[in-house]
């Protein structure tokens, strides 16, 4: 049956109502909780370095997000999928967010060129000059060639994503199916560039908050959970916009469902890296390499591990496995939240360990959790300007790719 009819009848545009009301919470809830950050940050005796921690984590968490849906975008092209074309234009305004994530990276890299190693430890000349291995890793791990990566990094996302954004929004008017081969015959030289930009990133931003450690393998950790991040998001905000009363017709169960299964499947991606990297780790035991988990397994940090362990890939591998639970969608939005979660934690896991390397003598023991609301605040602040640009981003666009060839195919999609 053709359902290009109930796409036709449907609400495909964010309604500007809607979208204003978006855009106010997201902008007041963003400047709300970047400016209590800030105070926050200021009234610790180390006034910037618990700050630089928590907030690397909250803009650690939203950039995954972006990330994951730059994938989302290019593979679709790379497969020249059919069945995800409907979805694909909330991923490519995810993906657009790259500019804004660059320029919420500015309060970590700023104070990094003005002289200020409270975040990366190094930056410090001295420490560098009196540590062996750090005076080896000084050619990578410099001041200088950390910002130029970062702008590498940044100005490849953000034309990555401006590219097939652009395209699939000069389709709706022309439909021209060139404007499809276009973006297909770029997306496989821009997954390499993907590939290598997102490796060095996740080592430059994460692994070398404690440089001495070091895994070839963190990478591909750190691009399972963008993966795992950008579906649960893309979950949740196709269900939002069709309890709103958008897209009801464009975006329906047989979506949902292969949504889930990806989402399963990166989740289970996740679990095999991260036991992957530990396994292999753990038995080579190599005193440069073994630290970085004996660190995580004292005091509270141990409780985080088995969070991860069980809430991150045992209790959602057997809650999401079950067709029943990807094809409900009450069930799948609570397992989207849940990993969302499971994620931040991740990534708490991954960066607030070496806070206390970086405080005065005494002032975080070892095996504390610096858990707090600097934490809250940060991830309050980053979400919501996240929120409110996304929303400026979609407004006045159609929801859905509407000149695409195969929008057909992906409104009659049936799973098997």
């Known amino acids: 049956m053709d359902k290009m009819h109930l796409l036709e009848e449907s609400v495909t545009e964010l309604p500007p109502p809607l979208g204003g009301r978006v855009k106010a919470i997201g902008f007041g809830v963003g400047i709300l909780g970047l400016a209590s950050a800030s105070v926050l940050g200021y009234l610790q005796e180390d ?41 694909r234009r909330l991923a490519e305004g995810l993906s657009s967010q790259a500019l804004l994530m660059a320029l919420l990276s500015l309060p970590l890299i700023v104070p990094l060129a003005m002289g200020n190693h409270a975040l990366f430890s190094w930056a410090d000349h001295g420490a560098v000059e009196a540590d062996h291995m750090l005076h080896h890793k000084a050619p990578y791990l410099n001041v200088g060639f950390f910002i130029a990566r970062c702008v590498v990094y940044f100005v490849a996302w953000i034309l990555m994503a401006r590219f097939f954004f652009k395209n699939s929004l000069r389709q709706d008017g022309s439909k021209d199916p060139a404007l499809t081969l276009r973006s297909e015959r770029g997306s496989a030289p821009l997954m390499f560039v993907y590939a ?28 399972a959970g963008c993966l795992v991040s950008f579906f649960a998001t893309l ?21 949902y469902h292969d949504l889930g299964k990806l989402l399963f499947a990166f ?41 991860l362990i069980f809430g ?29 979660a499971m994620h931040w934690v991740d ?68 799973n098997a």
């Open 196 to 223: 290598i930009t997102v490796t060095f990133a996740a080592i430059d931003f994460l692994m070398s908050l404690e440089p001495h450690w070091f895994s070839t393998i963190f990478g591909v950790y750190f691009f």
């Open 235 to 255: 979950i949740l905000t196709g269900l939002w916009l069709n309890s709103q009363g958008v897209l009801r017709g464009a975006i329906h169960v047989e979506h």
């Open 47 to 87: 006034h910037y370095t618990r700050f630089s921690f928590s907030y690397l984590i909250a803009w650690a968490f939203f950039l995954s997000i972006t990330l994951g849906a730059l994938f989302f975008v290019t593979l679709q092209h790379v497969t020249r999928a059919g069945w995800s074309v409907v979805v």
């Open 267 to 307: 989740n289970f991606f996740w679990g095999y890296i991260a036991f992957s990297q530990f396994m292999l780790i753990w038995y080579a035991n190599i005193p440069e390499e073994t630290f970085w988990y004996l660190t995580r397994q004292e005091g509270g940090w141990i409780t985080v591990a088995l969070l």
């Open 347 to 414: 990534l708490f896991y991954l960066a607030a360990p070496a806070l206390a390397s970086r405080l005065k003598d005494g002032a975080l023991a070892a095996g504390t959790l610096p858990l707090g609301l600097l934490d809250v605040a940060c991830f309050v602040g980053v979400g919501g300007m996240y929120l409110a640009f996304f929303a400026v981003t979609m407004q006045k666009k159609r929801l859905v790719p509407w000149g695409d060839p195969r929008l057909n195919e992906s409104l009659n999609f049936e």
């Open 312 to 340: 991150h890939f045992i209790i959602p591998f057997v809650g999401l496995i079950s067709r029943h639970a990807k094809r409900r969608t009450k069930i799948l939005a609570f397992w989207a939240i849940w990993l969302l």
